[in-house]
């Protein structure tokens, strides 16, 4: 392979934080039950190292009061390296767009598993535009 199409941008692997899961015993089947998901970005970057972290957290159904399958909160962290560079703003832009791109599809398999396990319909999460999801949390930030 060429190396001039490898990139300087390396995922290190990840963890499972935690999970939290809890069946609701008092739902009634929804033919077209909307998936309620929050997913919250934080990222760490180590300069110097030329290291950092995503942390992805998504919740479940967490905000609803009355008629949903479960509630799960799933936190993920993914370590990721560059090769030296010395433009700090392109680290970290490659570690949250890149990071949060390379991590979502572990979360997204941890999800359906945790579902499938728990016999009940497994739930595969959407695919996002991590781009437009990155700048929605940034403006709720400000």
Do not use: W
């Amino acid at each position: 392979m060429d190396k001039s199409t490898v990139s300087t941008f390396s995922f290190l692997g990840y963890r499972v934080d935690y999970i939290h899961y809890e069946v609701n015993p008092k739902f009634k089947k929804i033919d077209n039950l909307q998936t309620d998901l929050t997913i919250d970005l934080k990222t760490t970057v180590s300069e110097e190292l030329f290291k950092g972290q995503v942390t992805i957290i998504a919740k479940l159904f967490m905000d609803k009061k009355e008629n949903y399958p479960f509630r799960l909160e799933v936190s993920l962290t993914g370590m990721f390296s560059m090769s030296e560079t010395t433009d700090v703003e392109l680290l970290r832009k490659c570690i949250k767009i890149n990071g949060t791109t390379a991590l979502f599809p572990f979360l997204r398999s941890i999800v359906a598993d945790i579902t499938k396990s728990a016999n009940v319909q497994p739930l595969v999460m959407p695919l996002l535009n991590i781009n437009r999801l990155i700048e929605q949390q940034e403006k709720s930030n400000k």
